[in-house]
């Protein structure tokens, strides 16, 4: 009797032993899986160049930029604020004060960036999606990712408030065909 009690105890010790053992060997094998995923992130950031447009209220600026720039906009390769507020020779529409935040980030920013994700303070972008997503597309091509609205006109627009995800080529096509004096209508 003592003997079997003694031979349980002493199975049990050495299952106890080797389960954590099993347990500290297994963590470390998926240790050393992560180190690569973690590389491949930095990679893809520096391989996918994304700026970030974020028009904030003005009433709300110092509030919002914090917010984004504690979550999301960090993961961006440039995060750029600008005032959503209706400014002396604007006519006051909300695609006045777009394609004037659009200019200005073409004229000064425009070099070293591969995608301009223009974003509203309260949305929310998972960065690391965001550039696995783009990273297949050639950032020379015309393109503009987002949730298409429509509207009376055939081709609609990309709603803002979703967010929406122009290339450099059209990014450069915007700026010196549509914003320079063209109707786009």
């Not at 003592?2 to 105890?9: D, H, K, Y």
């Not at 002493?10 to 060997?25: A, P």
């Not at 949305?123 to 503009?144: A, G, H, K, Q, W």
Request: aromatic share 12%; charged share 20%; proline share 2%.
């Amino acid at each position: 009797m003592i003997r079997n009690a003694l031979g349980l105890v002493i199975g049990l010790i050495l299952g106890i032993r080797l389960t954590e053992y099993w347990d500290y060997s297994h963590m470390r094998s998926m240790t050393k899986m992560v180190t690569p995923q973690s590389e491949d992130r930095a990679w893809l950031f520096n391989e996918t160049r994304v700026l970030c447009l974020v028009l904030t209220n003005p009433l709300d600026i110092t509030r919002m930029k914090a917010k984004v720039r504690s979550t999301w906009g960090k993961r961006c390769n440039k995060l750029i604020f600008m005032r959503s507020q209706i400014q002396r020779g604007l006519n006051g529409s909300t695609f006045a004060r777009v394609q004037e935040a659009l200019r200005s980030i073409y004229r000064n920013h425009f070099q070293g960036y591969d995608w301009f994700l223009k974003a509203n303070a309260n949305t929310y972008v998972i960065m690391e999606n965001l550039r696995r997503f783009l990273y297949r597309y050639d950032p020379e091509s015309s393109l503009v990712f987002g949730h298409r609205q429509r509207s009376d006109f055939r081709e609609g627009y990309m709603h803002g408030a979703a967010g929406y995800v122009l290339s450099r080529g059209a990014m450069r096509r915007l700026n010196l065909f549509a914003f320079n004096g063209n109707s786009i209508s």
